[in-house]
């Protein structure tokens, strides 16, 4: 009969996540997490088989919890147009700099790991369709302006953590804002481009809170691929 584990599995990559993202995911190593779990390394091995395995199943937990997160905040947020700052606002937390500087170590896996790309591709589409679901017109009307709205967000994010005025929610407020009215929602048909809802390659601007959807043209680590 097997033995009941008294830690779980996203209790062991919850802390994995915590490593790789205060020290850098090289730092994350069997002895490095067994020593604040309280299992042994060999323990964790059994679980998770390699080094690599283990950092991507922390990064794909992370991923799971931000899609519950983002979820919850599309549910809370408005489906007027002033939905979408909420939106935005409340996905971008109570952060400090230092906790975007943080997601900077990770963000490299992100890129190159085909899998946890994909993860952020989907990520974005789906708060791209909620943003122009809260814009008024058809969504011929509005196709393309999530991204746009999207870009500006995470630029946002970025310039924040370099100049640090006020907090990152009123930043996030202020910019969004001004984007939304600098759009017209009065009048989008005068603006917005016609034609099916994309779905990317989308821009970048910036550190994403998890992730950010690469170019076709980063290639992933070899020995990635593959890898359950």
Known sequence: MPRTRIISDDSILDVALGIARSSGPETLTFA??????????????QRFGTKQRLLR?????????????????????????????????????????RDFADQLLVLREDVRDPILRER??????????????RLPGTHADVSGLGRTILAQWQGTLTLWSLTQHGSVREAVRSAIDDLLARI??????????????P?????????????????????????????P
Do not use: K, M
């Open 184 to 197: 017209g929602l009065d009048n989008p048909r005068q603006r917005a481009p016609t034609g099916p809802r």
């Open 32 to 45: 490095s997490l067994a020593s604040q779990v309280g299992l042994s390394g060999s323990t964790i091995v």
């Open 199 to 227: 779905t990317g390659p989308f821009p970048l601007a910036g550190t994403l809170i998890g992730t950010v959807r690469a170019t076709d043209a980063v290639q992933a680590d070899p020995d990635r691929e593959g890898i």
């Open 57 to 97: 199943a922390a990064l794909v937990r992370a991923w799971d919890l931000l899609d519950q997160e983002t979820s919850a905040a599309i549910g809370d947020a408005s489906h007027e147009s002033s939905g979408i700052t909420e939106l935005l606002v409340q996905l971008s937390g109570n952060y400090d700099a």
């Open 120 to 133: 952020g591709h989907d990520w974005l589409t789906v708060l791209a369709n909620a943003i122009e679901d």
